[in-house]
Every structure is written in C-alpha cells, then in structure tokens.
C-alpha cells in the first residue's frame, strides 16, 4: 500500500462545461501544473452531478470534487445550488459508512480563473494526500 | 447495432505539442489490446484537410461505428469530427473526445506518470465511446401566432416588429384602450418628437394593421395552473368580460410595464399643490402648465437608487424649466446616475444651465410652510469647512415617485411561471443570454416590466424580440436536434420533481396509451425550450432521465475504467 511520503492521492474533478471544464483549458493555455492523478470529467452544468457519480469516483479514487459557476451566476439559474446540495447529501452518506466526509467537495470559480483551478485542484490534493487513501476503494 | 461495437481510435500529435510529452508507441500497442478497438491509427495533426478524407475512408474500410479522438476537446474541432462522422453516414453523437492536450501535456513535464495517465484517460474515452447513442432530428410543429400582453408603447412596437416579421399577433390589453403610459408623459429624451403625435401614430398603425388582433378588456388568467406547453405551443387563457377562451399562441411577449405610488410621506411632506411627483411633473407640462421664473427645489435620493429612470427624469426636467421657464432649480441628490446614451451630456447641459446640484448625505429636511418649501441639509463636502445646515426656500419641490410593476405582475408571473426578480420585476435571463429573454423560452420581455425604462429604448428592445421570435419560430415546423433528456417511461412514476426543478419551464406531463406504466404517463421535455442543463436527470429519483451525450452509463462507464491503485 502506498502509504506516507509516498502516497499519491487520485482524485475525481466533475467540471461544469461553462465555468471548471473552461478553467481547466485556462490552466492549460497558461501552463500551470497541477497533480498528475487527476482526472476531469465534463458535465454540461453542476447540476448533472448525481451522489451516485460522486460514489462511484470514491471507489475508484481517493477523492472527487465539483466545481461549479460561482454563487448566483449559474447558466441555469440553479444548477449550483442543487450540486451543493448533493455535495451534503454525499457526505451524509460517507459519514454513515465511515469515510472522511472530507472526500468529497464543491469548489465555485469562473471560466477565465485558471490560476484558481490550479490552486482549488492543488489544495484538494493536499488536503486527501493528509487523510490518506480512501478505505473505501474496491479493488478488484 | 449496439452487439457489434466497433471503436475507431485515432491519435492526434496536435503538430508535436502531444507527441512531445507523451510517447504514443506503447500507448497503441495497449490500446490495440481493448476488446472493442478495432483500428487505431495516430497521426500528425488530426485537423489537416486531407485527413478528414482519410478518416472517412478508414470508418468505411473498416467499418467502424464509434470514433475515439485522442488529441484535444475543443468545440471547433469536436465539429471537424462531427462533421466527418455525418459524412461517413454515421451519427455526430457517436464521438468521444479525449482531451490529452490540456489535461495532460500541457501542464506537465514529460515522465512515466503522464505516460500512464494519458493510458488511462484513452482508456475512458474508449468506455464512454462504447456506450455512445445516437441522436436524430425531429421536426415540431409550431403555432405562428405570438401573444402580445400590454398595449403600451412596448407593447405595441413589439406587435408591429413581429407583425413586420409575418406573424400574426394578438395583442391583449386590461383596459379600454391602447397606449398606456405613454400620453402621460412631457417629452422623450433624445428626440424633439411629442409623445402624443408618438402615440396616435402607433395607435393608428396597430388599428390599420391586419395580422393584429387587438382584444382590450381583456386578460390572462389562471386556468390550470399556469400557462401550458412551451415554446411554439402555448395555450393560453383570455378572459374578457367573465368569459374565457383558450388561444394557441407560439410565443407570449410581457410588455405590460411600471406603475408610479407617490408617497411624500417618506419625505415628511403631506399632499399640496405644491408638491409634485417627477411623473406628476411630466403630467403638469404636457396639460401646460407654467412655471415661468418659479424656485424649485428636486429631491432624488432615500431608496430611489435601483433604478436610473429618476435621475434622468430629475436631470431632463431640470434643463427644461431652465431653459423654458427660466426658473431658479435646485436640485438635491446623494448620488447621481448618468451611466447611458447621451445621459452625461444631459447633465452637464443642465449644471451649464444654471441648475444647481447640491449633495447630502442622509440628513435632509423637508418643511412645507404657507406654500413654501424649505429644503435644509448637511453638504458632506463643506462639513467642518462652513458650519451648519444650509437652508433653501421654493415654490415647488418635486419628488421621486415609487416604481413598482404594473398591477397584477405578481398573478402573471405565477400564471406563466416565472421567477420575478429582488425588486419584483420580471427578471431577465442572465447576461450570457439575451437581455430580453426569460429563464423560459418563448416567454420575452419588452419594456418597463424588467425595469422602469426608457421611451427610446424600447424600439430597439422590441426589434431585438421580434428578431429573436423569428429566429426560433421560422417556420411552421422547426427541425430541432433531439438532445433534450429523454424519459424511460417504465420507470417514471409521475412524481413531479423534474416539473418543479426545471429552470426553464420545459417538462409537461403527457398521457397515453404508448406509456407503458400504472399511470400511463410520463414526464416529457419539450426539445425547443429545454436548455439541456442536465438538472432533471440529476434530480430524478427512479433514474428514468437521461441526457443524451452525458448518460449516466457513459459517466459511470469511464469512472469505471479508472484505475485504482491499492
């Protein structure tokens, strides 16, 4: 088990296609590094994220997160304020089965933040690599 | 089709920005070995004309029906694709892009760990590409005829834009007569035009044109719960003398305006003659009143800074009993708002006039004594310099009235279901949308019942909607890409909670026979209004929604191709 110094955290990022996916491309254009083990999924607004993606991520991964339009600013008036609803609603659902609620978060940002989607991803990544990885990981 | 899934992978080395950080040798012989992959070829640049061609062949030599690129994930290119699968004579939705430029190369130095990522990231654009469905066109039937409510000046420039525009429109109005606001009013700003003459033309141009239907007395009303259908087939109820009659209308245009409360309460000041609200003032020189060489005093402040309509109105008007009556105005402000067409010049003109501005902060003090104003204040930019209140004596003082939205803008609302904004107007769609728009579609916006507005504004506004209307409703049936989330009606119970969380007013509940459940109906997204936001099939507790291009098995299906490390 990778485990210490050693452990390198895999994390989930569900990015909506209006604010984090662009963020991401942001990041890109400007060359900021971030974690290797961090994969983006694109969703067409925050509000697609379901618990069951965020579950399914957390058994493959040692955390996952959203990111979302910033407060308000929502495409679709109110995709952000129902992926912040899920986000409780996950961790609800770890704290019962005894994961860090940790795991799991909301980040808000816009699509021309690309130093914020370095710093968010960065700082998530730090945050995991302390809890360590996930018990809750099926491994086959 | 879906036994037989034959994946097409095709590397990108984006001019070497890929191939530079990622060595795709070894990265194709471990793809090769994924059972869905038929083809794998990689190549220099994927956007190249010539490759488009090859790429078409290479679908049919083989023939591939899922196609992986592995290069970047913008839009235009993810078009460059689409198009290449349409003409290969496959369906666009059956492409997975996988971004390795952004994700991977561009923000990492070379090592074997982005060698193993970009593994990993083919390795969930093949599982989603497995997963792929296709997507077809369908054809909506769609109601010409667009509901105009309001007969204001909004109203009805908005009738006859879209009457210009081949429409028939019905225009409703609750009173018994057209024009609204408009004869209320002294002069426009930015024109030498009166608002009379503005408005018999109008009226007369509206009463002459065929394709307008105008119903005054008439209202809309609540029926079933609000307006049903979306965009292209709304069914709206009129009531008009206790009688009510459903309409077929394609699109509902709002134009039904602001209303004025005067309350010089708020200033301490009672009712007199000699106390006048801004519209009051419009009123009084419109009918002629004079004012020649009076002292008038203008107060605009205390909760009046939502809107700019009274800074311009107190700026305007001050110029013009300047110039007019040669009258001494003083006008008092805590903030003043020009930010628009020509409004800064307006006020410099008026301070170049003669008029004087004077600021206070939050102490000001209204008497009205014997038919004379006494206006006493706090300069903040004197205070300390010059001791004491100041104190200014008139014959008139005129006040800010309360702009609030017309009667009944609560009850509309609720009818076309819609959300009004924090000061209870309608409020627009976000700025990255059209300012007109509402968060539904087919529901527009003209005029002062977004906020109080302006007389020269509104025929650009008007334009700017029947332009949008014609747009969207083209033609008797519009061909619409079907995207919109579809329904598995064996597992809709009929719960309601996508009706309630769509933001756009997009879901109705159909019944009938080819529903196969208890209730023999089912939730159904109507493909013109619905914005394909995803909400619905996150909300949905039976997991019966799902969005094409993001269904929950692509989602799964590449999460579940993640690696996981022990």
């Not at chain 1, 360590?132 to 099926?138: F, S």
Request: with cysteine.
């Amino acid at each position: 088990m990778s485990t210490g110094a050693n452990f390198q955290p895999k994390i989930v990022v569900f990015a909506c296609e209006n604010s984090g996916w662009l963020a991401a491309g942001h990041a890109a254009e400007l060359s900021l590094s971030y974690p290797e083990k961090v994969n983006l999924i694109k969703l067409p607004c925050s509000g697609k994220i379901d618990v069951l993606y965020f579950m399914k991520a957390l058994e493959k991964a040692d955390g996952t997160m959203i990111l979302a339009c910033q407060k308000e600013n929502c495409k679709f008036l109110q995709g952000n304020i129902r992926a912040a609803q899920r986000v409780i609603q996950t961790r609800h659902t770890l704290k019962e089965i005894g994961i860090e609620e940790d795991r799991v978060g909301i980040f808000y940002l816009a699509a021309n933040m690309g130093h914020k989607f370095a710093e968010v991803v960065q700082n998530f990544y730090d945050k995991i690599r302390e809890l360590g990885p996930n018990p809750g990981k099926v491994i086959k | 089709m879906d036994d037989n899934i034959r994946v097409g992978v095709f590397f990108c080395g984006c001019g070497g920005s890929i191939t530079g950080k990622v060595d795709y040798e070894p990265i194709i012989a471990e793809i090769k070995k994924l059972p869905q992959v038929e083809y794998v070829r990689d190549s220099q640049n994927l956007c190249a004309h010539l490759e488009r061609e090859l790429i078409i062949k290479e679908i049919g030599q083989n023939r591939l029906n899922r196609m992986v690129i592995v290069g970047c994930g913008g839009s235009p290119e993810e078009g460059i694709f689409k198009d290449a699968l349409t003409k290969a004579g496959l369906n666009s939705h059956l492409l997975s892009m996988v971004n390795l430029l952004d994700e991977c190369c561009a923000v990492r130095k070379k090592t074997s760990l982005s060698s193993a990522k970009a593994l990993e990231m083919i390795r969930m654009g093949v599982a989603r590409a497995a997963n792929l469905e296709e997507v077809s066109f369908g054809e909506i039937p769609v109601n010409r005829t667009i509901l105009v409510i309001g007969s204001g000046l909004a109203g009805m420039e908005t009738a006859l834009a879209t009457a210009a525009r081949g429409f028939k429109v019905i225009l409703v109005e609750k009173e018994d007569k057209l024009g609204g606001r408009l004869a209320r009013i002294n002069s426009i700003i930015g024109t030498d035009r009166k608002p009379v003459e503005l408005l018999d033309e109008k009226v007369q141009a509206v009463t002459s044109n065929p394709a307008i239907v105008i119903m005054t007395g008439t209202k809309l009303v609540d029926i079933n719960g609000d307006v049903n259908g979306g965009i292209g087939n709304f069914t709206a109820w009129l009531a008009k003398d206790g009688t009510e009659t459903p309409v077929a209308v394609g699109a509902v245009v709002i134009a039904t305006g602001v209303q004025t409360i005067f309350c010089p309460v708020k200033y301490g000041l009672g009712i007199a003659d000699n106390i006048i609200g801004q519209m009051k003032l419009e009123r009084l020189l419109a009918d002629g009143k004079r004012f020649t060489r009076k002292r008038i005093s203008m107060v605009i402040g205390k909760g009046t800074e939502a809107f700019n309509l009274p800074f311009v109105l107190a700026i305007k008007n001050a110029l013009l009993l300047r110039r007019k009556f040669d009258a001494a105005v003083n006008v008092f402000y805590t903030n003043i708002k020009v930010g628009g067409d020509n409004w800064e010049k307006i006020y410099t003109e008026a301070r170049d006039s003669g008029a004087n501005f004077f600021k206070f902060d939050d102490s000001i003090e209204i008497t009205a004594n014997n038919g004379e104003i006494t206006v006493s204040y706090d300069d903040p930019f004197l205070r300390g310099k010059i001791p004491g209140y100041y104190k200014i004596t008139s014959d008139y003082i005129i006040l800010p009235e309360e702009l609030v939205p017309a009667e009944g803008t609560k009850e509309l609302a609720k009818i076309l279901r819609l959300e009004p904004g924090p000061t209870s107007f309608f409020s627009i769609d976000n700025a990255h949308i059209l300012p007109h728009m509402t968060s539904r579609d087919g529901i527009y916006l003209v005029g002062s019942c977004q906020s109080p507005g302006f007389v020269n504004e509104i025929e650009t506004a008007a334009r700017a909607v029947a332009d949008e209307i014609a747009c969207q409703l083209n033609a008797d049936r519009v061909s619409v890409e079907l995207t919109q989330p579809y329904v598995d009606a064996a597992k809709c119970v009929v719960c309601l909670t996508c009706y309630r969380c769509c933001p756009h007013g997009a879901i109705t509940i159909e019944h009938g026979e080819q529903f196969n459940n208890l209730y023999q109906s089912a939730a159904q997204m109507n493909p013109l209004a619905c914005r394909r936001c995803g909400i619905c099939a996150a909300e949905c507790p039976g997991k019966a929604i799902q969005l094409p291009d993001y269904t929950d098995n692509q989602i799964l299906a590449r999460l579940e191709a993640m690696e996981v490390q022990p």
